[in-house]
């Protein structure tokens, strides 16, 4: 055989002969394309016997464009690599090759996966499945915390994809050790398959009517009254992102259909995680626009129509977009950050929404929980509209099925039903067996569907981790009401804890310098980077990755239950510190507050993905602990009011005034003269510039003070204008005030309700 790799020709591992083997390829292709689904060819054994093999398949004339999902550069072939992957989110093949020998990325695999249309083949190449969970995997790289590198990570998701594979519909198997045994290829007939019923789609602008209806939706959006979002939600394959290019471009057509066109220009923006999410919908907008006008080019990221305009802005950018814009169009909403979102709700009267139902980049059913409240709360007038049949594959796709089944996003939650009446005096805690966790597929679906719907960013690489990663201990609150027949209740609740820390002296100098990173521990290394306190590299922290409850049993104190129970157990079991780390917002700080843990850390950058600062809080299990927990603490106490002027003079004021609360107000202690200046001040005696430094410092101290009862906009305030020096013009348009004038009169009644606080 002719090795990919080496090109040595290997007389020990004969190849399936081309004719047979290319015959069972045709074969699926032609079962596919018969009833528009996909199919899957799996090749295990030695990885260039399995690359010579798919080398072979990729060629079929039949198969336009075939994609190589590996890390081996291969001649006149399209390989990408996982960290690229998602640039292929929008576009189409015929086949692709994912070469498992270059590590299983679950992310990749669900990502790619997508991209291949009706009648289409995925060619798995991975070692033989008897083996495999016990390869070392390239891609584990990235849950291998230190000191663990990938070669340590376990197989028991590898373990599980195996099972999956095996018992799926539409794949083919074929095993080098059969071959060398001179035993048969599978026969078409022996594939089992599911429903194939024929049916073919119009070959219009919209493909189905679901998403007519979608396009429609948008299109009232425009023309409709103000603050009347929709919604449009599917699973992928289903054209939503063609709906809002489609519906983008017949909005321009018709603003420039008017009679008057210097008074209907036309400004959409489109929004995304990242810019290629949105190819689709500008390839369709292209498509629409160009029978209207055919020399239409697409030129950084903007389609320019007769005056009128679709542009892609980055969420960030579009929070604080100034420029007047007729329409948004979010797609992959789930992706990003409720806040985010909110935020557009707010500014934006001209709205729509398009997410995933089951994503590879965030989760549609979290952002259908936590944001559907949002939506009734500030526009209930909104409209959700599903589109449920496929456009890109038929119904019953066994490759869909597949995808989802390995990487649980088709994961639920116990019923509403089935869970109404728990409290936490009717639960038990545990923190399970991970070997018999992977075996246990009710249990693992429904506490993965649990941190699917309460984090948008949980994604199909953290089921591995959940099965994989070193040092990861799993934690389950059920229910005592009994599933039939197994004696176990139904998963209520759920957390994720990280063991960090313990570092030898000599890689804890190497840190503190700057010449090491070691993967992982991120609340010992933060603290120790970045806060300078070396001994806290030397503690064990239980950080608490993930943590979620049941939707419908939230606010009953399970979520703090199940916290008491982790911090117990971490405690006997020696460590020093419990810690967490989550994009800052008041409601979660006081959460955790309630709980014992406090502020040490606030990140000074937003993060791109959740568009928020992180914080960090902790709280102490010993005294080793409280000592790191409390030099922590207080160099926080002692450099936010500083940072709040600098480095964080975007962080919102309720974080802000939150990491405040329960401080120590004697470094900035306030004299006479202060006193006498903040009273001036509040009484309308004093200008505020006369009084702004002593007011600094009564803010300070004033909102330490965890008793103080200001109200949300006094608080923001002077979080706001005395604290973090904002412009006048920006604080009154941030608190819905007038001008200068407003903003210190408002001041000044802020200013005498914290004088009341303290008497």
Known sequence: MFDLLTGITSPESPVAPDVELLALARGLLVQGRKCRQRRMLVLTGESGWCRQLASSVSGLPELKRTVWLSSVELAGVEVIDASTVKKMLGQECDAVVFDAFSGFDPDAFGAISGTICAGGLLILLCPPFSKWEHFSDPASERIAISPFSYKDISGRFIRRLVGVIRNAAGVAIIEQHSIEQNKPLPSIESITTYDE???????????????????????????????????????????????????????????????????????????????????????????????????????????????????????????????????????????????????????????????????????????????????????????????????????????ESLVFRSLLLDAGIAEEKEVTGANAESVSIECLDREALVNDEQTLSQLFGLLVTAHYRTTPNDLRNLLDGPGVSVYVMRSRSLVEGDGLGHVIATALVSAEGEFSDELTDAIFSGQRRPRGHLIPQSLLTHAGIKQAAKLRCARIMRIAVHPALQGKGLGSKLVDAIRSESKAQGYNLIGVSFGAAKELMRFWE????????????????????????????????????????????????????????DLDCNVAAECLRNGNPERFTLNGLDEQAVVAFSRGARSYEDCSAALWRFTVTGLMNPEHRLQKLEQNLLVARVLQKRSWAEVATMCDLTGRAEVVNALRNATSSLLKNRR
């Not at 959740?610 to 790191?628: F, I, N, R």
């Open 197 to 399: 019923s024929l049916y073919d789609l119009p070959n219009d602008e919209c493909r189905t009517e679901n998403q007519e209806s979608a396009v429609e939706a948008i299109e009232h959006v425009m023309h409709g009254h103000r603050r009347r979002p929709a919604v449009l939600v599917s699973d992928r394959g289903r054209g939503k992102s063609a709906a809002l290019g489609i519906a983008a471009a017949r909005l321009l057509i018709k603003a420039n259909s008017q009679s008057d066109k210097s008074k209907n220009a036309m400004r959409i923006v489109v929004t995304a995680p990242r810019p290629g999410a949105v190819e689709s919908l500008f390839s369709h907008a292209l498509r629409v626009l160009q029978q209207v006008l055919p020399e239409i080019k697409l030129v950084e990221n903007t389609l320019r129509f007769k005056g009128s305009q679709i542009q892609y802005i980055a969420p960030d950018v579009l929070r604080s977009l100034q420029e007047p814009v007729d329409l948004v169009l979010v797609d992959e909403a789930a992706a990003i950050p409720v806040s985010l979102l909110t935020q557009y709700l707010k500014k934006y009267s001209r709205i729509a929404f398009a997410t995933t139902v089951h994503g590879y980049e965030g989760t549609g059913r979290g952002f259908a929980v936590r944001f559907r409240k949002t939506l009734d709360e500030k526009t209930p007038g909104w409209n959700e509209v599903r589109l449920q049949t496929p456009i890109r594959w038929a119904e019953n796709d066994p490759l």
């Open 594 to 649: 309630v709980l014992g843990l406090y502020p040490v850390r606030v990140g000074f950058r937003r993060d791109h993905a959740s568009g928020e600062h992180s914080v960090m809080m902790l709280a102490a299990l010993d005294k080793k602990g409280d000592e790191v927990y409390r030099t922590a603490r207080s160099r926080l106490l002692a450099d936010l009011p500083y940072w709040l002027l600098d480095s964080l003079q």
